[in-house]
Each structure stands twice: as C-alpha cells, then as structure tokens.
C-alpha cells in the first residue's frame, strides 16, 4: 500500500499551475493589492473563454494557502498581494520553510565558491 504525503513548500511551488502562475504574474505586475474582479478582468484580457470570478477567487485562496500570494481585509472585501517580489524569491521562501538554517549554510558555501557569487552575496549581506 503506498503512503501519499502532503507536498513540501518547495513542492508546492514546482506543482503551482498554468492558472495559478498567470494569477502571480497579474500581482507581480502592480505595485498595489489586486480585489478578485480586479485580477479576473486582467486574466481575462489574455483569454478567449472567460474565466469564472469563482475559478479566480479559488485560486487565488489556494495561492495564500500555500503561502504565494497574502489577503488583507479591506471593508467587506479582501485585496491580494504576492508574498515574493519574484519566482525566485518564492522558491527560496520555499526552500527556508522546509529547511532552516541547513539551506543558509549550504547556500553560503556553495555561492562562497564562486567569486562572483562570493562578492554578490558580500555586498548584499554588507558583509566586508
């Protein structure tokens, strides 16, 4: 008998789909908090058959359940923001969730290994 196992944070951002990362680049685009109709209608500017608000609503709340996207209540209504400025930024939060401070240190020894990663990682910490 197999064991299922839920997915990983990492996991869990190599699975998002076609819709979900659509909906991220919409967010990742505006330099403000998106309400659902907001983000449907720009979805379905790129689309031939419309989406749902319903379908949009869903997947923005799988979005926050998995920690890509952040909803704040305005009034009676909520707004969503990403969580990451960028698809990187979303992987390494996955990968610090899961692993700690044993992905920090094998980071930092794999980028000291590389002197262009070395003086990246210098001048980003602000580290002489």
Do not use: C
């Amino acid at each position: 008998m197999q064991q299922s196992t839920a997915p990983s944070a990492t996991e869990e951002v190599d699975m998002r789909g076609d819709l979900e990362t659509k909906i991220l680049e919409v967010l990742w685009s505006t330099e403000r908090p998106l309400y659902v109709r907001d983000v449907l209608l720009r979805i379905n500017e790129q689309r031939d058959m419309p989406l749902a608000y319903t379908t949009v609503l869903t997947v923005l709340k799988r979005l926050t359940d998995k920690g890509a996207a952040i909803r704040k209540r305005t009034g009676r209504s909520f707004v969503y923001s990403p969580a990451a400025e960028d698809e990187a930024a979303l992987a390494v939060r996955g990968v610090l969730h899961q692993h700690g401070e044993a992905a920090v240190m094998h980071f930092v020894k794999q980028a000291s290994a590389d002197p262009r990663l070395r003086e990246e990682l210098r001048l980003t910490a602000n580290i002489s």
